[in-house]
């Protein structure tokens, strides 16, 4: 087994720019890895600010539903369709301290929307907000693979699990410090950005020092079976590994989103344990990121992909008719199987497309993402059309969609030396 290399992973930037380069180091640089996973889990606690407020916002501003649906808009443009365009510029000519420069942005957005008077200003102020999220992911899923040294599930494992926690902790925080303070209460937060900013300064230093050592051909590197491949099979394996998180993640949104009115419209609990349940998915999605990148280490990202998706479908199809108990351990077991496709999903796509791994990361991270945000807001329209038991309904067929890992080619992924 590999061990991780505990080197120094923030040189001065004079001694970066002073010593020649040394070499790549063969082992996952552990203390670049944390930071990264830290600043996920900060940039992504920002961003879900923003939903988490649209009830003040609503009612400060006298806002409607549809000018709350542009402000969401103008988030999710930023956020999620700027990413593989980012990802594709920076393929090109990488940039090691656009990612501090990227939560900066983050940073003035958070500032804007705290003094914001009027419904202009909150639009752009969200937009600024995306803007950093658009910088961030694609950039730093590039310099968690530079630093997994060859354990490319385990480095996006780590990474992501920090997202998933800043996405929980920051609705709690929301309700804890803006809420009850107002609008200006969300200037605080701006220092979670300072902090990520200096962080990412020193991730940059490193970046740079390792950008300088490994030879440029070393990012393109190719696993055998896929040199094989036609640009239209990889074309259309990407296609299939957009749907399968798309079907990941609109599934997992309409837990998420509605599952806590699920529990006390179907089994009459209260607001609190209903979000008691909510926690425990959350936390079972949480473990089951940080777990898929290692297994697909070991078995392969194929092997996963099957399990995570194809294998939830009888899980998900029996949960509409389980009772309460049945109902929390099902989706325990849901949140831990479906998150851990998306490691496999993203280090098997960036190995289809040696060299553009930002732009993979972008795609996934942004496009994707955005087509499942979407997808659970037409269930949110179908449950008020129906109700809440026939959404879950439809949804358990979605891991369906996962047969189609069939069509995926199969590559020889190298294993770690055990």
């Known amino acids: 087994m590999q061990k991780a290399v505990i080197d120094t992973p923030f040189p001065a930037a004079s ?8 070499p790549v180091r063969s082992g996952a ?9 830290f600043s996920h889990m900060l940039n992504d606690m920002m961003q879900s600010l923003i939903s988490a407020l649209y009830p003040m916002l609503k009612e400060d501003f006298r806002l409607d539903f549809a000018q709350i649906g542009l402000i969401t808009l103008a988030f999710q443009l930023t956020a999620s369709l700027l990413q593989p365009l980012v990802g594709t510029l920076t393929d090109k000519k990488p940039m090691p301290y656009s990612l501090s420069v990227g939560m900066g942005s983050t940073l003035v957005g958070l500032l804007m929307l705290s003094q914001a008077h009027n419904y202009s200003m909150l639009l752009f102020s969200s937009a600024l907000v995306g803007i950093g999220s658009a910088v961030f992911h694609p950039e730093s899923s590039r310099v968690a693979r530079l630093a997994s040294g060859g354990r490319f599930g385990f480095a996006q494992s780590l990474f992501q699990v920090g997202g998933n926690a800043g996405q929980a902790i920051g609705p709690l925080l929301a309700a804890l410090v ?3 303070r107002g609008q200006g209460a969300i200037a605080w937060f701006s220092f979670a950005a300072m902090v990520g900013m200096l962080i990412l300064a ?4 490193w970046y740079k020092a390792h950008i300088a050592a490994a030879p440029r051909k070393g990012a393109r590197r190719v696993v055998a079976g896929v040199a094989a491949l036609s640009r239209r099979r990889v074309a259309t394996a990407i296609l299939i590994l957009v749907a399968l998180t798309f079907s990941k993640n609109v599934y997992t949104a309409s837990l998420s989103s509605y599952y806590t009115f699920y529990l006390i419209d179907r089994f009459g609990l209260s607001v609190h344990e209903s979000q008691m349940m ?4 959350m936390g079972s999605v949480a473990v089951g990121t940080f777990v898929g990148g290692p297994v697909g280490d070991r078995i392969g990202r194929k092997a996963v992909m099957w399990i995570s998706i194809v294998g939830v479908l ?3 199809l029996a949960l509409p008719h389980a009772n309460l108990f049945w109902t929390g351990t099902l989706t ?7 998150s851990s496709a998306f490691p496999a999903i993203l280090v098997y796509a960036q190995e289809l497309m040696p060299g553009r791994v930002g732009m993979v990361a972008g795609l996934f991270f942004g496009f994707a993402f955005g087509l499942g945000g979407l997808g659970a807001a037409v269930m949110g329209r179908i449950a008020d059309a129906t109700s809440i038991t026939f959404v879950y309904q439809i949804t358990a067929f979605l891991p369906a969609i996962g047969l189609l890992t069939a069509l995926l080619p199969n590559v020889s992924e190298p294993r770690r030396p055990s």
């Not at 001694?15 to 040394?22: I, L, S």
């Not at 640089?29 to 996973?37: N, T, Y």
């Not at 909510?278 to 998915?281: K, M």
């Not at 325990?332 to 479906?338: D, R, S, T, Y």
């Open 15 to 22: 001694t970066a720019a002073a010593a020649p380069a040394a």
């Open 29 to 37: 640089v552990l203390p670049i890895l944390i930071a990264l996973s």
């Open 178 to 180: 803006v809420l009850p």
């Open 202 to 205: 020193r991730v940059g230093v």
């Open 278 to 281: 909510l926690f425990l998915f």
């Open 314 to 316: 009888p899980f998900t």
């Open 332 to 338: 325990v077991i849901i949140g831990l199987l479906m």
